[in-house]
């Protein structure tokens, strides 16, 4: 977008820094992989990198359909599921045979799972786009998911079916037991595969899907059918949804109806589209905040599901383009060097915010304790739910914080305007 | 076998109406202004609840009254102020927020009430054998259920099709300019539909409440189905609606009644065999697969005939 406003010796220079900063993301990208569990070593630090990990392979997955084709899923968790199964019935058979497949292979049994039903399911659920794909999917999700229930054999009912994961060779003395070598494992896939996704947004393949999330009917003029393109994003995202799941078994040790189940297709819908559809990293960051919150606020809350509901609802209302769109919309106005007009709008704008942010979460707070009685403890203060004054301070929260942040929220909107036509002048669309 | 029949016919239709009663405020919402609205099951289920509570505190007959129109006002409520803003970002944008919504409303509801069942009961006046088929007694609540989903079905076509108010509503669909053109206010026709649709929702959790399970997960059982009748009818066709839920009410309630397997119809298989796919699928019961049958239904609308059964379009 800034190189039309740019003259064309810039473009150039432009291009081959881009280079430069592509390899050097990836390369960045694996050296703090590798270099993450060295700094934070406790073992509840390397389960959540571990569950991190597999989290921003399933979203990044999603948002080949979600971001890439314009599909919206609601049972994207059934390829993850297959993927999964299919990975701890295959480690199973591999140690009960003693055949030579060294551990770190099983993800890519899960992904062929995956790709496979999406092969055979796919056809028919990409024939439309938009709202009919959405209900196809959330019906054949939950197709599947019931059905697992009555396939005892394969899925093993409720309780699901176990695997060991030190059962099968080592590969170069490793035996994956340790926690910290199935992190190195997740990492590594991590890595092939968000550089295997981002190379395919970079083909005509991916071009083409774009192309058909944008305007599936030019797509046709020019000699594409949208049908088949619908198809064969819906088979890679299978595919790596399924390593995503084979990751998951092996880190578990377990695969069960849940992996398949609609909280999980909610789940990494959530974290793709908190985290942006538009841009590649967004379901990266999505996957890290979901998770991340689903670990850190079970301790603190007893209702950190309805946080993660109102967070997205907000998300959907205010910023459609999620995390990674509110950061790059401030990239031009950064390069136009107008940041700095509109921060102290931001800032006085966060307080009343924080102050409606604080009384709805003492509400909430209030609602869920008032059987229990157990305090509330924010920012320090210790509020009692059953108290009246309790009560009152989230009313003065919830309604003076709403009433000021209106006012000033307008006046961030009037300084960003200011800034984005200084940036516009200055050659940088914003 | 007659007993069978009749029992589960009587239920089947029963089943099938309250169905019907949801996927017609669904069924509207989503032709006139696009919008599938998947917090819909989340609506009744908020008629259930508030059913409950209203009945607790003010008895039955006045909570029938009150909680359809508390949940109708919640309806509005997010069409203005939740809707109608996102309706800039397009479909995906408004079909997401009612996704959010109905994820929230269900941690709602198991914040406040809990996670297990409540005890919304029958009321009192209503909780007598109506009459007695085969020597089974049939409830008279159940055909209260019926009957105020017949009503209800009833007084929805005569006002679509017969009065002033079907028509505006009707032109709004197609030509909202049009009718914006001609002095009336579209967007508050729009916030009134969506209520009016949000209430049936409602409605069908009051008097269903009693009669099944009220718990916060209930929204989260029906509402896939429903998705599955609207697809199943046609999208945005009512009398397809209507087919599609007798018949899904129907079928599923004679697979939970029936209880053969193909390991009763041609003998067990040799045991030999051991636990595989083979004998999971020879052992199963019909009743126990009745809860993907609506699914399979699904499966196969769509690949014979994509645009449902009275569907005119493709998408």
């Known amino acids: 977008m800034t190189n039309a406003a740019t003259p064309a010796p810039a473009v150039a220079k432009e291009e081959s820094s881009g280079a430069l900063t592509f390899y050097g993301v990836w390369l960045l990208a694996a050296i703090a992989l590798v270099v993450l569990p060295l700094i934070f070593s406790s073992g509840g630090s390397l389960t959540s990198f571990s569950l991190i990990g597999i989290a921003i392979i399933f979203a990044l997955s999603y948002n080949i359909l979600l971001g890439q084709t314009g599909l919206l899923s609601f049972g994207h968790a059934v390829q993850y599921g297959l993927g999964g199964f299919l990975a701890v019935h295959a480690m199973n058979a591999v140690a009960s045979h003693n055949w030579p497949i060294p551990l770190p292979v099983i993800p890519l049994i899960g992904g062929i799972g995956g790709m496979a039903f999406a092969l055979v399911v796919g056809w028919v659920m990409t024939k439309r786009a938009g709202t009919v794909f959405a209900m196809i999917s959330l019906g054949i999700g939950e197709l599947v998911a019931s059905s697992s229930l009555i396939l005892r054999s394969v899925f093993g009912g409720e309780s699901g079916i176990t695997t060991d994961r030190t059962a099968l060779a080592p590969m170069f003395g490793w035996t994956f037991g340790p926690q910290i070598q199935v992190y190195y494992l997740i990492a590594f896939w991590v890595l092939i595969s968000a550089i295997a996704m981002y190379a395919l947004t970079r083909t005509p393949l991916g071009r083409i899907c774009n192309a058909v999330r944008d305007n599936p009917e030019r797509v046709q003029f020019i000699g594409y059918d949208p049908h088949v393109v619908r198809y064969l994003a819906y088979m890679f995202a299978g595919f790596f949804a399924g390593i995503a799941g084979g990751l998951a078994a092996i880190n578990f040790e377990i695969a069960n109806s849940a992996y398949l189940g609609a909280t999980q297709s909610g789940l990494v819908l959530f974290a793709a589209f908190i985290g942006g559809t538009a841009y590649f990293f967004g379901p990266i960051l999505g996957a890290i905040l979901v998770t991340y919150l689903q670990l850190g606020l079970t301790n603190v809350t007893s209702v950190w599901q309805l946080y993660f509901g109102i967070i997205f609802i907000v998300i959907v209302m205010f910023a459609p383009g999620g995390i990674a769109g509110i950061l790059m919309k401030h990239r031009p106005l950064i390069r136009a060097g107008t940041l700095g007009t509109v921060i102290p709008s931001y800032l006085v704008a966060a307080i009343p915010t924080l102050a409606l942010v604080l009384g709805i979460i003492l509400s909430i707070e209030t609602v869920a304790r008032f059987a229990s009685g157990d305090a509330i403890n924010l920012l320090g203060i210790a509020f009692v739910p059953t108290a009246p004054t309790t009560w009152a301070a989230a009313a003065v929260l919830v309604v003076g914080g709403f009433l000021v942040a209106r006012i000033t929220w307008r006046r961030v909107a009037e300084a960003w305007d200011r800034a984005a036509t200084v940036a516009r002048d200055r050659g940088y669309l914003a | ?315």
Do not use: C
């Open chain 2, 1 to 315: 076998m007659a007993e069978l029949i009749v029992i589960s016919t009587l239920n089947g239709v029963l089943f099938g109406m309250l169905l019907f009663l949801l996927s017609s405020g669904l069924t509207v919402i989503f032709s006139m202004m696009g919008v599938l609205n998947f917090a819909h099951a989340s609506f009744y289920m908020l008629g259930a609840f508030f059913g409950y509570q209203l009945t607790r505190w003010i008895g039955f007959w006045p909570a029938f009254v009150l909680a359809p129109l508390l949940v109708g006002v919640v309806g509005m409520g997010v069409e203005r102020y939740g809707l109608r803003n996102t309706h800039k970002h397009g479909h995906v944008a408004e079909l997401l927020l009612t996704f959010g919504l109905a994820f929230a409303i269900e941690e709602i509801v198991s914040m406040i009430w809990g996670k297990s069942p409540v005890d919304y009961r029958v009321p009192a006046m209503l909780d007598f054998p109506a009459f007695t088929v085969f020597s089974t007694n049939y409830p008279a609540y159940k055909i209260f259920m019926l009957v105020v989903s017949v009503v209800i079905f009833i007084a929805l076509l005569v006002t679509l099709k017969k009065t002033r108010v079907g028509l505006i509503v009707q032109a709004a669909l197609t030509h909202p300019s049009m009718v914006g053109h001609l002095g009336h206010n579209v967007g508050r026709i729009f916030m009134l539909v969506f209520g009016v649709g949000s209430a049936l929702a409602g409605l069908a959790g009051v008097i269903a409440g009693p009669s099944l399970v009220t718990q916060s997960d209930m929204a989260a059982l029906l509402g896939p189905i429903l998705f599955v009748v609207i697809v199943f009818g046609g999208l945005g066709s009512l009398p397809g609606a209507f087919i599609a839920s007798l018949l899904i009410g129907l079928i599923q309630t004679f697979a939970v009644a029936l209880n053969g397997s193909l390991a009763s119809v041609f003998g067990p298989l040799d045991p030999s065999l051991g636990a595989s796919p083979l004998t999971d699928i020879w052992n199963v019961t019909i009743a126990q697969i009745a809860p993907i049958l609506p699914y399979v239904l699904l499966v196969l609308v769509l690949i014979f005939r994509p645009m449902g059964l009275l569907g005119t379009r493709e998408s």
